[in-house]
């Protein structure tokens, strides 16, 4: 079974940064657009952002656009997602996602294979 391990999750204070990491178990991540996403207690799983296979597309929800930044190392066979003026607002479990079928990056979950287990990040003073 294709498995993707989260992890760089953890507390951290307002305007504070974090470094996600998403890894595959067994299988290259190489061929497969990767997108993350976030749910917060009592609200809906939200699109983050996506990066295409190649790393040609990416997208970013309106929440986070200017502050995170998702990019991939093929070689690393590993997608990170660097989060910067971490606001309480962004605490939720955040999931990474693996798409054989996403061409031009989109955050829509349905268009989603394979999900991790989720890591916590949790921004208060």
């Known amino acids: 079974q294709l498995q993707l391990v989260e992890s760089g999750g953890g507390l951290v204070q307002p305007g504070g940064s974090l470094r996600l990491s998403c890894a595959p178990s067994g299988f290259t991540l190489d061929y497969l657009a990767i997108g993350w996403f976030r749910q917060a207690p009592g609200k809906e799983r939200e699109g983050v952002s996506c990066?295409?296979?190649?790393?040609?597309?990416?997208v970013y929800a309106d929440s986070v656009k200017g502050r995170f930044t998702i990019s991939r190392d093929n070689a690393k066979n590993t997608v990170y997602l660097q989060m910067n003026s971490l606001k309480p607002e962004d605490t939720a479990v955040y999931y990474c996602a693996a798409s054989g079928l996403i061409e031009v990056a989109d955050i829509n979950p349905l268009k989603y294979d394979y999900w991790g287990q989720g890591t916590q990040v949790t921004v208060s003073s």
């Open positions: 990066i295409t296979s190649s790393g040609g597309s990416t």
